[in-house]
């Protein structure tokens, strides 16, 4: 456990050294502000039609906007799990960094298991916070709560521990540019399967469906975002909940218990065959 620590709080050090926590906070920064401008703007713009009836336009802002914050969050989380992990194996073996620890005194599982930590735990404190940072900024302009605040962030931070596990067994086979390629794609792969999943839904189209729900279970981050979305708007009715559900940043799936067993399965098998995998792996 103590060697784990040590490389977890080496990944942290790291991270320092190299001005990633600077950069990050910088553009995190600089998003929360514009998404603020772009929030005030946007209920603005629809005060003079008001709400109410069958169709509710500030709620429909409101959701909506939500739902950019909760793309944007784990698109930024993404990025920087991707950046903290896409050379962790590969990179220190190509810089000849790796060899001396994991022969004495650290070993190789507690290496891994130390580079999941660090990077999970920063991964994590950065979605729930940027997560809850839009929440607050939507309530403060707009005057609305989400139907449930704990849930979808819950949700997020699941998503991005597992992103991060994928990342870091990626990082044994690929060199890190070819690793953050390809977990740039995945995570592409994934959006492009929760969109299919709502034109299915929106057109009656099984087929559709039955390959949007192959690559949710194959990505199973997708799912839980996808749930983290429904969850945000689940209180709205009607027509409202039918234009917020089929929206860009809505989302007609719910999560369910299947879903979170499924996606606490992956990571604990991404894991194993990472640990698997690494322990064979001829440096």
Same mark, same amino acid.
């Given at each position: 456990m103590r060697a784990t620590l040590t490389i977890a709080r080496y990944v942290l050090q790291e991270s320092v050294r190299r001005r990633v926590f600077a950069v990050v906070l910088v553009l995190t920064l600089l998003f929360l502000a514009l998404f603020?401008?772009?929030?005030?703007?946007?209920?603005?713009?629809?005060?003079?039609?008001?709400?109410?009836?069958?169709?509710?336009?500030?709620?429909?802002?409101?959701?909506?906007?939500? @739902?950019?914050?909760?793309?944007?969050?784990?698109?930024?989380?993404?990025?920087?799990?991707?950046?903290?992990?896409?050379?962790?194996?590969?990179?220190?073996?190509?810089?000849?960094?790796?060899?001396?620890?994991?022969?004495?005194?650290?070993?190789?599982?507690?290496?891994?298991?130390?580079?999941?930590?660090?990077?999970?735990?920063?991964?994590?404190?950065?979605?729930?916070?940027?997560?809850?940072?839009?929440?607050?900024?939507?309530?403060?302009? @707009?005057?609305?709560?989400?139907?449930?605040?704990?849930?979808?962030?819950?949700?997020?931070?699941?998503?991005?521990?597992?992103?991060?596990?994928?990342?870091?067994?990626?990082?044994?086979?690929?060199?890190?540019?070819?690793?953050?390629?390809?977990?740039?794609?995945?995570?592409?792969?994934?959006?492009?399967s929760g969109l299919l999943a709502t034109i299915g839904a929106a057109l009656g189209a099984h087929t559709v469906q039955t390959i949007a729900h192959a690559m949710a279970i194959a990505l199973p981050f997708e799912g839980l975002y996808q749930a983290a979305l429904h969850a945000l708007g689940s209180n709205q009715i009607g027509l409202t909940r039918v234009l917020v559900n089929l929206g860009p940043f809505g989302s007609s799936h719910a999560g369910s218990p299947a879903l979170y067993i499924w996606a606490v399965f992956y990571l604990a098998l991404t894991a194993l065959l990472a640990m698997v995998v690494f322990a064979r792996r001829d440096l």
């Open positions: 603020t401008a772009a929030t005030i703007e946007a209920i603005q713009a629809v005060s003079p039609f008001g709400g109410g009836g069958r169709l509710d336009s500030h709620q429909i802002t409101a959701v909506t906007l939500l @739902g950019l914050g909760v793309f944007a969050s784990l698109f930024l989380a993404t990025v920087l799990a991707v950046f903290l992990t896409l050379g962790a194996v590969r990179g220190d073996v190509e810089r000849g960094l790796l060899q001396p620890l994991v022969v004495r005194p650290i070993g190789r599982r507690a290496f891994l298991l130390g580079r999941f930590v660090g990077a999970v735990t920063v991964c994590i404190a950065y979605i729930v916070l940027l997560y809850a940072a839009v929440v607050l900024i939507v309530h403060q302009v @707009g005057g609305r709560w989400p139907a449930h605040v704990i849930g979808p962030g819950l949700a997020l931070a699941a998503a991005i521990a597992i992103l991060v596990a994928m990342s870091l067994l990626g990082s044994i086979f690929l060199s890190a540019t070819a690793n953050g390629i390809a977990m740039f794609m995945l995570y592409g792969a994934g959006l492009v």
